[in-house]
């Protein structure tokens, strides 16, 4: 048995405790993010501050090391599962507020004829990480179903994913799509999956392609410009 005290999050600062739930969520601590977010409510704490000091940041930080080869995706899957412990009490109050507690809203979607999601369930993750309103379509997704949520959400940006060779002309027929009803204006679309790269993005003239989760978190940032160096 180990001889240190058992840390009692309640007895920490506000300082400690932010530090504290960093690395919890850094290391997938679910239940641990759920109090250390509630106590910062009890505490007087603005929602949208508990969720851009604590919650963010440590999903940054997340980010940065799978991007640099330190994490995998296991860990990086629960450090978004950690992190809905915390956002499960904060969504309603923010969803309740008038101010402006998002980064951004994404619409993202495998493209229609392409069944696989978790690359794109990372993707959302590390977007919901990074602050962005998610908007997950799922699977096998049709221009009809793109329209429809662009319609329903006005996103700021639309992702959209393959991981088949067979599928990934179907970003084109979105793209030229949306540019056919002038939509692509005010609209940046980002491409990614196994199979698709740079040249095939500029091809089919997608604003942005993503290499990894982390890396896409980091382009839509700046599309909607937040970004910071």
Do not use: C
Not at 2 to 25: F, G, H, N, Y
Not at 168 to 188: F, G
């Amino acid at each position: 048995m180990s001889d240190e005290p058992e840390l009692i999050l309640a007895e920490l600062s506000d300082d400690e405790l932010v530090e504290q739930m960093k690395d919890d969520l850094y290391d997938g601590m679910g239940p641990e993010i759920a109090e250390g977010t509630q106590i910062l409510l009890n505490r007087g704490w603005d929602a949208n501050r508990i969720l851009k000091e604590s919650l963010v940041d440590a999903m940054r930080i997340v980010g940065l090391d799978f991007a640099d080869g330190i994490l995998f995706v296991p860990e990086v899957l629960s450090a978004a599962n950690a992190m809905k412990g915390g956002m499960n009490l904060l969504r309603p109050i923010l969803a309740a507020s008038d101010t402006q507690t998002s980064t951004g809203r994404v619409v993202i979607g495998t493209v229609k004829g392409d069944i696989h999601d978790i690359g794109k369930n990372l993707v959302g993750m590390m977007l919901e990480g990074a602050g962005f309103e998610v908007f997950d379509l799922g699977i096998n997704t049709s221009i009809d179903e793109f329209l429809e949520a662009i319609d329903k959400h006005d996103p700021h940006i639309l992702g959209m994913s393959a991981l088949l060779t067979t599928t990934m002309p179907y970003m084109s027929v979105v793209i030229e799509d949306l540019d056919k009803r002038n939509m692509l204006k005010n609209l940046p679309v980002m491409v990614g999956g196994a199979p698709v790269n740079k040249e095939f993005a500029d091809a089919i003239h997608a604003n942005a392609y993503g290499p990894d989760a982390a890396t896409t978190a980091e382009l839509a940032k700046t599309i909607v410009g937040v970004n910071r160096p």
